[in-house]
């Protein structure tokens, strides 16, 4: 299983980006997906998840000016992210809880991040 994340970028302050995150291999379940993000010299933080019945929540800052979104059939995650600010600039990781075929336990597998800078 892999996560690779793309659609990061320079944008201006109010402009708009969109991520995504694409889910390769087979024989595997994704049940909830999510985006991070780390900014420098701070602790990654949780930006938004969405569940395997299409449940959504927010971090505070982002409510109202991201969406988080997933296409089941192509494995593949979104976030729709407007109205950026300089402080929404950092690394955004995608994140999915996979089980393999056969196994009962969920892990957590990682994007190797992509970088979104906004400039004011």
């Known amino acids: 299983v892999q996560l690779q994340a793309s659609g990061g970028g320079l944008v201006q302050a109010g402009g708009s980006l969109k991520l995504s995150c694409a889910a390769s291999g087979s024989g595997f379940i994704i049940h909830d997906m999510g985006w991070y993000r780390q900014a420098p010299g701070k602790q990654r933080e949780l930006v938004a998840t969405?569940?395997?019945?299409?449940?959504?929540t927010y971090e505070d800052s982002v409510q109202g000016r991201f969406i988080i979104s997933r296409d089941y059939a192509k494995k593949m995650l979104h976030l729709f992210m407007n109205n950026l600010k300089p402080e929404d600039t950092a690394v955004y990781y995608c994140?999915?809880?996979?089980?393999?075929?056969?196994?009962?336990?969920?892990?957590?597998?990682w994007g190797q991040g992509t970088l979104v800078t906004v400039s004011s």
């Open positions: 994140a999915a809880d996979i089980t393999r075929w056969g196994r009962t336990n969920q892990v957590r597998y």
């Open positions: 969405i569940t395997q019945t299409g449940s959504t």
